[in-house]
């Protein structure tokens, strides 16, 4: 786990604050100040790709994924939703700020934006997971290196219904409109980079894109945690 990471749960520590003693993905204990124990951490890099950034063919932006949505990965993605795990959040966005600023396609003075969620199911939840995974890249990328971050700039207007009951075409019809702007303090130049967890068939970071452009809002490309897209690989066992 990055030191990052373990650092934020040491400060923890100090605060008072009570440490967790499980694992955030698979539950078993785990010692120190990690929060995600050393064999789920092999497996989630296992399931890291190659090369993490590809043009997605419709929108023609930079689409960058730290791995594969399938096992390990899957159970984090699911314990970040499900399980109130947003440490977990956090660190993934920690190891995916990490990747991103190592990477050729980083660039400085960007503006990161959460795709969000359902007002209704973000208040159950408590937390919005693709805030939490930008803070995390903010974390990593921000400060002086020129980062911004922007966690309000787009809001839902629109409830939406899970897009995996629908098909391409029905699934763009049931995102349209759904978000605008909103609280958007600064851009820079260089572009937004949008953040969500799961990048699926992208509706809806293309309707996110739509949204900006038609603004006059240039948009740099996506980051997210996971992806279900084969063009993405990982490395040969
Ligand atoms: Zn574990």
Redesign the pocket.
Known sequence: MLFKTQLAMFVRGLKGIPLPQR??????R?EGFKI??S???QKLNSLRFVKHYMIDKKSRKRIFVLGKYADTMKSAVAALKYKNQPELALALGHELGEAFEASPIYKQNLTLVPIPMNREKELKRGYNQAELITRGIHDICGGFRGTRLESHALVRVKATQPLYQFGAADREKEIAGCMKIGKFSHHSTAGVVLVDDVFTTGATVREAIRVFESAGIPVYGVLAVATTNKAFKVKDK
Not at 23 to 28: K, L, P
């Open positions: 694992c955030a993905v698979c539950g078993r785990c995600i124990c064999d789920c951490e």
